[in-house]
Nanobody, 114 residues
Framework: VQLQASGGGLVQAGGSLRLSCAASGIMFSIYTISWYRQVPGNERELVGTITSGGFTDYVDSVKDRFTISRDNAKNTAVLQMNSLKPEDTGVYYC?????????WGQGTEVTVSS
């Protein structure tokens, strides 16, 4: 099982980034996919979730700026981040959860400069 997160980078405040989470080794379509972020010294924070049925939910701080989508045919979930703020800086991780198990991808680093 592998979750591969990618797309991080350095962006100015107000800019956009698109993170991808590519999965292999799991029946992707049945998994709830979540994105988390972590800043050194802080706990990992849930950013948003998309269920197997496509329902999405977000932490208040990113609502109306971030969008999670999924393409089950490609075993990929995407976190589209717009209007980025310096406080969005962190390492972003994708997570897949189902009754069959829970898996984490490696992080991808996002830095938003002011």
């Amino acid at each position: 099982v592998q979750l591969q997160a990618s797309g991080g980078g350095l962006v100015q405040a107000g800019g956009s980034l698109r993170l991808s989470c590519a999965a292999s080794g799991i029946m992707f379509s049945i998994y709830t996919i979540s994105w988390y972020r972590q800043v050194p010294g802080n706990e990992r924070e849930l950013v948003g979730t998309i269920t197997s049925g496509g329902f999405t939910d977000y932490v208040d701080s990113v609502k109306d700026r971030f969008t999670i989508s999924r393409d089950n045919a490609k075993n990929t979930a995407v976190l589209q981040m717009n209007s980025l703020k310096p406080e969005d800086t962190g390492v972003y991780y994708c997570n897949a959860v189902a009754r069959l198990g829970r898996y984490w991808g490696q992080g991808t680093e996002v830095t938003v400069s002011s």
